[in-house]
């Protein structure tokens, strides 16, 4: 297993290669002068010459890319448009991204796979039909429309539900990991806690609805599949109880594929959530990166699009070492 992970690690370094050279030169195809954006109409040639010097934005455009890749492996992303960091601004607003992502993928996996299992045991059944018609919508729904419908809802005409943002303008907790979740509960903040997740729940449905219905349909295909195998006929002929067949024997083995979805899903999402973050006002990477496309800032986009290739990259091998967890017959 050491053998394989350490392979599976070093496959890294060719992907996030590959992906920087097309993001470095895709980025470059953008319409419009980051130096002319950032000084205005108003300024003169000269101090826009100056200013793309100062960038290094008038060095050949391979000589850019090398300077980016050497930077890039000391951890060094580049200087943002706005003077800071790329690499300390990732750092700033992924805990908002990760907090959100997570509280997302719980909401998938806590509704899709106990509904896919019942659509399956069920299967044909009104509950199996209601099942695949709402997988089928939540797959179907534009993330910003049902965003959109949520807030108006439970905001503007319930009001049970805060918007937009992490916190209610003033309530405050102290920063710990960066998430108000864990740091409300490690400082003891009750009201900040309940305000953090009053927050966090229109954003996390929004999000998290089109996973939850992949994760519903494909729990529900995996376990019918399953439920047809000989050992199962062999259980059920044996007495053993229904409800140890399905949750001992087909469920362990019907999660295979749906660890999979799992795993690409929470990918897409920590690199994804841009429309999310920008309808809820949550100032994560996806936000961000929605602001460092609006202003041509090309270090920012090149940094967020390689944090989103590694996250993909790294989520994909924890979903292969799962696969020798829940399937002993896995071997690498």
């Known amino acids: ?196 997740i009053k927050h966090l729940i229109l954003p996390a449905v929004a999000l998290g609805t089109i996973p939850m219905a992949v994760v519903t349909r494909m729990t529900r295909s995996s376990m019918l599949e399953v439920m047809n195998e000989d050992y199962i006929r062999t259980a059920h002929a044996k007495g053993v109880l229904p409800r140890r067949v399905i949750f001992k024997h087909a469920l362990r083995n019907a999660m295979l594929p749906t660890v999979t979805v799992i795993g690409l899903q929470f990918g897409l999402l920590m690199g994804g959530a841009i429309l999310t973050e920008t309808i809820f006002g949550w100032n994560g990477v996806g936000q961000y990166a929605l602001e460092s496309v609006n202003r041509r800032d090309y270090a920012s986009i090149q940094g967020v699009v390689l944090y989103g290739a590694f996250f993909f990259v790294l989520v994909n091998l924890i979903v292969d070492v799962l696969y020798a967890v829940l399937d002993p017959r896995v071997r690498y």
């Open 1 to 196: 297993m050491a053998s394989f992970i350490g392979r599976r690690l070093l496959q890294v370094i060719p992907v996030l290669l590959g992906v920087s050279l097309i993001v470095f030169f895709m980025v470059r195809l953008i319409p419009g002068d980051p130096a002319q954006l950032l000084l205005g109409q108003q300024a003169t040639q000269e101090q826009v010459t100056a200013l793309r010097a100062q960038l290094g934005l008038d060095r050949p455009i391979i000589t850019q890319y090398l300077v980016f890749i050497g930077n890039a492996v000391t951890g060094d992303l580049g200087q943002s448009l706005n003077g800071r960091p790329v690499t300390t601004e990732l750092l700033d607003r992924f805990p908002a991204t990760l907090e959100l992502t997570l509280a997302a993928l719980f909401f998938a996996v806590f509704i899709g796979i106990p509904v896919g299992v019942i659509a399956a045991v069920r299967q044909y059944s009104w509950i199996d039909r209601l099942t695949s018609v709402v997988a089928l919508t939540g797959v179907s729904m534009p993330i910003f429309w049902l965003a959109l419908i949520l807030v108006v809802v439970f905001t503007v005409n319930l009001q049970l539900l805060p918007f937009p943002g992490r916190l209610s303008s003033g309530t405050a907790i102290i920063s710990i990991t960066g998430m108000v979740i864990p740091d409300s509960i490690l400082t003891g903040n009750m009201p900040g806690l309940w305000d953090g």
